[in-house]
């Protein structure tokens, strides 16, 4: 999810390895972007093919494009090809030499190769570099590398000088760990082996991994406190499930719609529907943007993708999880999400942090939740849909297709079917008429009434809508668009022939402009 942001002038000046200076076009590098973005969502929906295509296009557009070449690498490794990830990640090193975040993860790559000596090599000399700036997990990482390669000593001393320079209450709990360790080490070098008849000295207690209880999901469902009960969620949400499908970038109450400004890092602002009184509300980078009563919730990139929530005029901002979450979205009193951190499992917590608890354990993607139920795409089983009740009792599949950008709207669920070339399909919740809606290469599906929205990869972006029922095909608008999200009878979206920048149209057509502007 790194690398998607991107602010341009005018023109790209970009500088090269040997000095020199090289001026892209703005439609070279926001087409660039466009392909990043696509990628990046492809590589979080796990089809990592695809997401090559793309970065591999950003690359192509753009070859200095470092964020491009960092997720080529990723998804490199996510399809087990560490060889492939080390070239793109020596090819960083070239154009960027020293960036720690590229050599960190190539001595990852080294590792898992099994040339541990290249990964310690490396991580020795981006700590001696940069120590001033790295995060304390490399020196724990480059101390496991060390363990490995049986210089125990080594590892502690590494540890020891880091907590005399960082004072890291992580890096002394593992020093705590590893000395028993080395001091059984040397016993063992210099003392005869005891006697049978003597007790062995005893082991060090094994570190305590405190985590919050959690439900067995093959139990029978008990009951849920704190938070109202499956059926009274369904009373109020913070936003549309297809809102919540394309990164949530827009949410309205009342007279407000509050959004995510791209050009401002990804900022919530809010603007009246009339066009006036635009605020803004906070300065992280937000998305899943979730509005009920006076209260905004959403997934802050600045701390890891943790959930916040902010009063809607800007005050009592408040980190409510501390797990990496995504797809998230606010049912009653229950936020539901994805936890990157275990696996893309679904979670629930409350909306004031308590009561955390895990409804499955499928790596679940497009998660919706609508009343007593929560549909997902399970890429544990090819990206099927699957269904499981907010109690996570009854998981229940589906649908046989790989699909994408679930729309649960009425008895029907509308996705994108990668099977058969990202056309819409619906198919009832109960599974039975499944049917073909659209042709089109189709992106960001946003299903609002009669209507489905989204762009067509193979018409340059260009938005269109078509009626659930297959007819009806119109044209919106002439942009290269991302993100849909629709907000009572306008689309907002990303125009990624302006920057980025979050513009918004008429459902018919008509009254395209800037927001905020």
Not at 413 to 430: H, Q
Not at 504 to 513: N, V
């Amino acid at each position: 999810m790194s690398g998607k942001r991107f602010t341009i002038a005018a023109a790209a000046i970009i500088l090269l390895a040997g000095g020199s200076v090289l001026a892209v076009s703005l439609t070279g590098v926001n087409n660039a972007a466009k392909h990043l973005e696509l990628g990046n969502g492809h590589l979080l929906e796990g089809k990592y093919e695809e997401a090559i295509r793309a970065f591999e296009k950003a690359i192509r557009i753009d070859p200095e494009n470092i964020g491009a070449r960092m997720a080529l690498a990723e998804a490199f490794i996510m399809t087990g090809d560490p060889g492939n990830a080390e070239i793109c990640l020596k090819e960083v090193l070239e154009l960027e030499p020293g960036m720690a975040e590229a050599g960190i993860r190539l001595a990852e790559v080294y590792d898992e190769k099994g040339e541990t000596g290249k990964a310690i090599s490396l991580l020795e000399e981006i700590l001696k570099a940069e120590a001033e700036n790295i995060d304390n997990n490399v020196y724990i990482k480059l101390a496991d590398l060390k363990i490995k390669a049986r210089d125990l000593d080594g590892a502690i001393l590494l540890l020891e000088e880091a907590y005399q320079k960082t004072n890291s209450k992580r890096i002394m709990e593992k020093l705590d760990e590893l000395r028993p360790a080395s001091q059984k080490e040397s016993r063992a070098v210099s003392e005869p082996a005891p006697e049978l008849t003597e007790s062995p000295e005893p082991a060090s207690e094994p570190e305590e991994i405190l985590a919050p209880a959690q439900t067995d999901i093959t139990a029978p469902a008990q009951a849920e406190t704190p938070g109202p009960t499956p059926a009274n969620a369904s009373i109020e949400r913070g936003n549309t499930v297809g809102n919540l499908a394309n990164n949530g970038l827009a949410a309205m109450q009342g007279d407000w719609i509050y959004y995510y400004d791209y050009y401002d890092g990804g900022k919530i602002y809010k603007i009246r529907t009339d066009g006036s009184g635009r605020t803004k509300v906070n300065d992280d980078d937000s998305l899943y943007i979730n509005v009920m009563g006076d209260w905004i919730y959403y997934s802050n990139e600045h701390d890891d993708w943790k959930i916040y929530k902010i009063r809607t005029d800007g005050s009592g901002r408040k980190r409510v999880n501390d797990d990496h979450s995504i797809f998230i979205s606010v049912v009653g009193d229950w936020i539901y999400y994805s936890n990157f951190d275990d696996g893309y499992k679904i979670y629930k917590i409350c909306t004031d942090g308590s009561g955390r608890k895990k409804i499955n354990d499928d790596n679940s993607r497009d998660v919706n939740v609508v009343g007593d139920w929560i549909y997902y795409s399970n890429n544990d089983d090819g990206n099927s849909i699957y269904k499981i009740r907010t109690d996570g009792s009854v998981r229940t599949k589906v649908n046989n297709d790989e699909s994408y950008g679930i729309n649960v709207v009425g008895d029907w669920i509308y996705y994108r079917n990668y099977d058969d070339g990202s056309k819409i399909y619906k198919i009832r919740a109960d599974g039975s008429g499944r049917i073909k809606v659209n042709d089109d290469y189709s992106c960001d599906v946003n299903v609002v009434g009669d209507w489905i929205y989204y762009y067509d990869y193979y018409d340059g972006n260009k938005i269109y809508k078509i009626r659930t029922d297959g007819s009806g095909r119109t044209k919106v608008n002439d942009d290269d668009s991302g993100d849909i999200n629709v907000v009572g009878d306008w689309i907002y979206y990303r125009n990624y022939d302006d920057s980025g920048r979050t513009y918004k149209i008429c459902t018919d057509g008509s009254g395209r402009a800037i927001v905020g502007k």
